[in-house]
């Protein structure tokens, strides 16, 4: 089955850098690739996704990059602010079924410092 | 409150105990999924139902027992756990693109569960 890693665990910035978290997958035939943000306490929320047929995909300061060859993705993060400070999750699905079947990465803790 | 919503938010349970876990989705979606969040560990995907069947579980141990009587409500019976059942359970629900919607797993709030 699919296996989704993800790097760094913990990843500590100044307000105002770039934050970049990576993800890499088993599965050839995942096709989507959404990454969530769990604030504390909080639900994880959708902040931006990317299907296999583009390779970046921006929205803000965020955005995602995918190689399909190498089979990893990246969430970039620019001019960070401390409320992107929380848990940010990768996941991969095939995708080709009425629902999806995510296999979400292990988690990486942002901290933005002031 | 919209969306997805989950009660209790909080549980604490015995070994022997009986209790459910409720899932409301008030989001006219046609998926709706159970995970388990431990500390450290992904998100672990445990009960797929999609129009109402279950359409997956992952190798999850009998003692959680799903249940999906319609489309919005989804529940989770939990019957004689064990101290290492004791995690943040999760629901979700998704419209999928074969009927119009973008596939986005929403999620509910959680329910902190502690087994005693």
């Known amino acids: 089955g699919e296996n989704v890693e993800q790097h760094p665990s913990t990843l500590s910035v100044q307000e105002g850098d770039s934050a970049v978290i990576k993800c890499t997958y088993s599965d050839s035939a995942s096709n989507y690739f959404p990454w969530y943000k769990q604030e504390l306490g909080k639900r994880p929320q959708l902040i931006i996704d990317i299907r296999s047929n583009v390779g970046e995909k921006k929205d803000q300061r965020i955005a995602v990059t995918l190689n399909k060859t190498a089979k990893h993705f990246s969430l970039h993060i620019t001019e960070t602010q401390p409320e992107d400070s929380a848990v940010y999750f990768c996941a991969a699905s095939k995708g080709d079924t009425g629902f999806q079947k995510l296999v979400f990465g292990t988690g990486t803790r942002l901290l933005v410092s002031p | 409150e919209t969306g997805v919503t989950q009660t209790p938010r909080h549980l604490v349970m015995g070994m022997t105990n009986k209790k459910s876990l409720k899932c409301e989705q008030h989001l006219g979606h046609n998926a709706m999924y159970w995970y388990k969040q431990s500390a450290k560990k992904p998100l672990e995907l445990m009960f797929v139902?999609?129009?109402?069947?279950?359409?997956e579980n992952n190798s999850v141990p009998s003692r959680f027992s799903p249940e999906c009587p319609n489309s919005s409500h989804l529940f989770l019976h939990l019957h004689t756990l064990q101290p290492e059942d004791s995690a943040l359970y999760l629901c979700a629900s998704s419209q999928d693109r074969i009927s119009g919607g973008a596939n986005e797993q929403f999620f509910g709030p959680g329910t902190r569960l502690t087994v005693l």
């Open positions: 139902y999609s129009l109402e069947e279950r359409v």
